[in-house]
Antibody, heavy 121, light 110 residues
């Protein structure tokens, strides 16, 4: 059974770079789509973007200028970089897998437990 | 900018029925938006209830159902139970590979 787990620093200073990794276990990262989602304290979910194992990406337009996603198939991991962070980027960050059938991806079927990132000096 | 709209909150009696909706700030929701519904309890990751408008995810009780009602996607809970008290989020595909979550609906069972 595939599981995913987020890891990375829990505290980032304003204007610096947030960097998180999602490790995939119990299955291969290959031939799949993967996403990052975040949730600020007391607020709703926000889709950050997705990455295909091939490296192709698509980002939330509101974050596009600051986000980079990458994949390392040899390590069965994918990563999120968010530049120039502010307090508004404080959130629980989740990684998740897409359930896809053929060319269509339908829903996020495997979620990590989430990791809390606080932006503060 | 496209906004996905949900009711902020709903209250339902145990055994009762409640319908949550998911709309678009501009235009109607259709099956082509591949509506998903997720359930989240405090401190937990979301869990998929419904995908592709009306398909229940594995293990989801049949008291949860999805549909298109008028110009919105809808999630109906029939025979609400205490452990249905959660936050519910819809997510829509809006084209060009972009997905958007709604603001969520807090459901109270009392």
């Amino acid at each position: 059974q595939v599981q995913v787990q987020e890891s990375g620093p829990g505290l980032v200073k304003p204007s610096e770079t947030l960097s998180l990794t999602c490790s995939v276990s119990g299955g291969s990262i290959n031939n799949q789509y993967w996403s990052w989602i975040r949730q600020p304290p007391g607020k709703g979910l926000e889709w950050i973007g997705y990455i295909h194992y091939s490296g192709s990406t698509n980002y939330n337009p509101s974050l596009k200028s600051r986000v980079i996603m990458s994949v390392d198939t040899s390590k069965n991991q994918f990563s999120l970089i968010l530049n120039s962070v502010t307090a508004a980027d404080t959130a629980v960050y989740y990684c998740a897998r897409w359930y896809c059938a053929g060319p269509t991806c339908y829903y996020l079927d495997v979620w990590g437990k989430g990791t809390t990132v606080t932006v503060s000096s | 900018q496209i906004v996905v709209t949900q009711e902020p909150s709903f209250s339902v009696s145990p055994g009762g029925t409640v319908t949550l909706t998911c709309g678009l700030s501009s235009g109607s929701v259709s099956s082509g938006h591949y509506p998903n519904w997720y359930q989240q309890t405090p401190g937990q990751a979301p869990r998929t209830l419904i995908y592709n408008t009306n398909t229940r995810s594995s293990g989801v009780p049949d008291r949860f159902s999805g549909s298109i009602l008028g110009n919105k996607a809808a999630l109906t809970i029939t025979g609400a139970q205490a452990d249905d008290e959660s936050d519910y989020y819809c997510m829509l595909y809006i084209g060009s590979g972009i997905r958007v979550f709604g603001g969520g609906t807090k459901v109270t069972v009392l």
